[in-house]
């Protein structure tokens, strides 16, 4: 009998796309390049995706504790960029393996495709789901917080979250930004940042 690989699927889809057009539209897609080469520091086996001009998918199975982070940095490399992205997480099984996200299956890649409709339909950034109900239960608390955040991330803001989400202090933040320390702590407190770090934590012990 063959072993399910236990596999984390990010799809995303951006929001008002229809409305993109020329110029604009080069600056998605190289932001969309961007933020999933970024997301592999974290997620090694990650090779999403990039389909129909708004939209990306990719999974990881070596790596799957650190999705959320991965997905928040795409979130957060995009907003700062001035584009929004709807995220849906799927965690369970692989039953088929084709070596591309969009043609593999397994009940991972459905909860990541059923609830990014949902997402849609409710207007909300971020869907969390697995095959464990109970976990699910407690996770569909931790994204009403998350979502109540990320609607609020301005630019400047997630630009402070980046550089803390790839592992930069606040003094070499602030060198990258060309603020002052004191500029980045008081955006990263006004990106909810200690909420953000509490729930990864979570994750990545849960997932």
Known sequence: ?????????????????SGIAGAKRKKLLAAMAAATE?????LPDFTPEIFQGDSLQGFTSKKRELALLAA????????AKG??????IGLGNTTFASGKSLTSDGTAFQHSGRNMEELKK?????AIESDNEQWNAEWDVHCVSLNFVLERWTVQQSE??????????????????????????????AAAWPIIQAILKRFEATA
């Open 122 to 126: 409710k207007k909300l950034q971020l």
């Open 72 to 79: 928040l940095l795409i979130i957060a490399m995009l907003k």
């Open 38 to 42: 970024k997301a592999k520091l974290f």
């Open 83 to 88: 584009f929004n992205i709807r995220i849906s």
């Open 1 to 17: 009998m063959a072993v399910l690989k236990q596999t984390a699927v990010v799809t995303g889809d951006i929001v008002g796309s």
């Open 160 to 189: 402070a979250v980046i550089e803390t989400l790839l592992g930069s202090t606040q003094q070499v933040a602030a060198k990258k930004l060309r603020i002052q320390q004191s500029a980045v702590q008081q955006r990263l407190k």
